[in-house]
């Protein structure tokens, strides 16, 4: 994997632990309070909901860090803490779906297949999508870096064994890696609130398309498609979860086995044909243009990692409580029991020495908990249906926001061609699968 990507053993600045997690109570709550703006388009609607402007928020906070006053001039290092309490504070939002799913497990065996099967759109749809338009617009190889996949870790990780992130086909994972990291949920979100307002596929179909893969733009998909439809909003939640589940454990092995050959195969015949006659662009990482000393995503250990489940947490009860107007008190021990799932799931993944992501044993342990068969399971759903899924959303989407502004530059650097192939491939991800599972559920 390319060395930019390697967290940082770094010691955390404190003050970027103050200003991050104060920064996020606030644009939450701001954020929830704005409430969901409807675009009218013609065909359809886009639905601007608190999650974007969260996101929004935090980037321009994160843009214009050099003319805002202290407490709101979040630097670089602050922006990189943010990066890596986002990725403990998705696992909040891991545990609420997995408790969701817990208790929807029989209902979700009647669409076994579509869940199973769905993830052939992930595999596909992304190349089917992304790579035409990559070789119209000039693109060589890299093209198949940027469209074998979403781009999130595993990729990064494929990509660089494989072909080495030195390479064009690093180089394009890389740029779909920033892409997706910069304006994927923003893109996922508008893209799947469109779609939804044409009513061509099920909610649930919808929901499954979500499952992507990557905790983020799950997120964004997910409160898209419940807000137009929010009396079904726990089983849209439910079936994202579920797919997103098979995404996260099987998609690595069938990534790895299926779609990176098929770009590659796909690439060397549409090459001759799309390609012949177009120039070459040449995609830069932006790697050499790095300065020495550049600030990284530090590591969190287990006791800060504690402290942003905690203060991720109270942030989700602010949102909840500003935005669906439920007592802080009455959702604390929802929120206290995903933190303890959350926590177990850590601690399996540590003593099992990382031979399964941590999301998988968070989502394992969330599921027990709600399993029809499982003691206290009808109890432990109650308390934890009272925390809204949306607040979470937008908690997460927060810390999100507050890290974007730190991959500006590498994203000036790739050029409008690779973003829109990136953009497409994401797109072929979610429509491709929610086609398929569209075959399954449209029934119901």
């Given amino acids: 994997m390319s060395k930019t990507f390697q967290p940082d053993k770094s010691a955390v600045k404190m003050g970027s632990v103050v200003q ?42 994160g843009l ?25 504070a998705l696992f909040l939002f891991i545990a609420k779906l997995g408790l969701l799913v817990g208790g929807s497990l029989p209902q979700l065996s009647k669409v076994g297949w579509a869940l199973a099967l769905q993830e052939l759109g992930n595999l596909i749809g992304c190349i089917l999508l992304g790579m035409p338009v990559a070789l119209l617009l000039g693109i060589k190889r890299e093209a198949i870096g940027a ?40 893109f996922i979100s508008l893209l799947a609130g469109l779609v939804t307002s044409l009513n061509i596929f099920h909610p649930f179909a919808l929901a499954m398309g979500a499952g992507v893969g990557s905790g983020s733009m ?110 802080m008190l009455d959702a604390l021990p929802g929120v206290a029991i995903m933190i303890g ?20 044993w968070i989502s394992f342990v969330a599921m027990a908990m709600t399993f029809p068969s499982t003691p206290y399971a009808a109890e432990v759903a109650a308390l934890t249906g009272k925390v809204n899924f949306f607040a979470m959303i937008t908690t997460m989407l927060t810390f999100a926001g507050l890290s974007l502004a730190k991959d500006i530059p590498a994203f000036r650097r790739l050029g409008w061609r690779i973003v829109v192939v990136s953009l497409l491939a994401n797109a072929g991800v979610f429509l491709a699968a929610a086609a398929i599972a569209q075959f399954f559920v449209g029934s119901l």
Avoid at 64 to 80: A, E, F, S, T, Y
Avoid at 157 to 170: L, N, Q, Y
Avoid at 342 to 355: A, S
């Fill in 147 to 186: 469209t074998f996949s979403i781009g999130r870790e595993p990729g990064l990780a494929i990509v660089g064994e494989r072909f080495g992130m030195d390479s064009p086909e690093g180089r394009g994972v890389l740029a779909e890696y920033i892409t997706g990291t910069l304006i994927g949920a923003i």
């Fill in 218 to 327: 799950t997120a964004a998909a997910v409160g898209a498609v419940a807000a137009q439809h929010p009396e079904m909003a726990d089983q849209i939640a439910t079936y994202a979860a579920a797919a997103n589940l098979i995404a996260t454990t099987l998609g690595t092995y069938l990534t790895l086995f299926i779609s990176l050959p098929l770009a590659v195969r796909a690439y060397r015949w549409l090459e001759p044909i799309l390609g012949r006659n177009r120039k070459a662009v040449a995609i830069d990482n932006g790697a050499a243009q790095q300065p020495a000393d550049e600030v990284h995503t530090p590591y969190l250990k287990l006791g800060m990692r504690l402290l942003s489940w905690v203060m991720g947490g109270l942030t989700v009860l602010i949102a909840n409580r500003v935005g669906h107007g439920i007592p």
């Fill in 20 to 61: 991050v997690f104060a920064l996020a109570l606030v644009i939450a709550a701001l954020s929830e309070w704005m409430g969901p703006l409807p675009i009218e388009l013609g065909i359809g609607k886009v639905v601007l909901l608190p999650m974007i402007w969260a996101l929004l928020i935090g980037l321009v906070l």
């Fill in 64 to 88: 214009l860090h050099q003319r805002l006053p202290r407490p709101v001039k979040l630097d670089l290092h602050g922006q990189h803490f943010a990066a890596a309490v986002l990725s403990c």
């Fill in 341 to 360: 799932v959350v926590l177990v799931g850590d601690l399996i993944y540590l003593g099992t020495r990382r031979k399964l992501p941590a999301v998988c």
